[in-house]
Structures are given as C-alpha cells and as structure tokens.
Nanobody, 119 residues
Framework: QVQLVESGGGLVQAGGSLRVSCAAS??????MGWFRQAPGKEREFVAT????????YYADSVRGRFTISRDNAKNTVYLQMNSLKPEDTAIYYC??????????????WGQGTQVTVSS
C-alpha cells in the first residue's frame, strides 16, 4: 500500500524559512513533488523532481525561493522554503507519480501539512 507522510509544516513569519518533508513507502516512483491549496483557491502545482536524474520543475511563484530535493536512500523528498510570503500560506500536499517528471496532476497524494506565514 502506497503511503506518503508529510512532516515539518508550521507557523513562520514573513521572510522566514521552513522545510517540509515527505516519506514514501509501498513502492518507488519516477518523480515526487508538492502541490498546495490555499483557502478558497484551487490546488496548484509547486515543484516536482525526478527520482533518478534530479530534474526539477518549479511554479513561477516559488522559483528562486523554494528548493526541492530528494534522498533516494530514505525514499524522502524535501521542500526547502525561503523568503516566505503570506501568500505562501496553504496546505502543502506531497505527491508521487509513476510517470516521468512534470508539472501535472500526480498518481498519489499525501494527507497534507499546514504552512502558515504571518505578516
């Protein structure tokens, strides 16, 4: 059974940093990443990374501030978020895909972790 377990969300002031993690189990994936959903808005793509080549894609809104990385040995993906803004406040969902890497709706979702950025 596939499981994606997020951790590391919380409350941070604007301009601060936070790292969220996602541990996968049940199978290996070609790519893993993150989506987010803010109150009253649709779920949106944030970042994704290929499991083998390290190719990464970012949403324009986070490029240059967020960095996605992975630890194959731990089957874990990370999202380092710097220079956080109040508009980054959202539930962040870990995602996993059996297809190639790319900014698309994934095969699997985690339960989500709340990130709140105060102004």
């Amino acid at each position: 059974q596939v499981q994606l377990v997020e951790s590391g969300g919380g409350l941070v002031q604007a301009g601060g940093s936070l790292r969220v993690s996602c541990a996968a189990s049940g199978r290996t994936f070609n790519s893993m990443g993150w989506f987010r959903q803010a109150p009253g808005k649709e779920r949106e793509f944030v970042a994704t990374i290929s499991w083998r080549g390290g190719t990464a894609y970012y949403a324009d809104s986070v490029r240059g501030r967020f960095t996605i990385s992975r630890d194959n040995a731990k089957n874990t993906v990370y999202l380092q978020m710097n220079s956080l803004k109040p508009e980054d406040t959202a539930i962040y969902y870990c995602t996993a895909d059996t297809r190639g890497v790319g900014p698309r709706m994934p095969d699997y979702w985690g339960q989500g972790t709340q990130v709140t950025v105060s102004s």
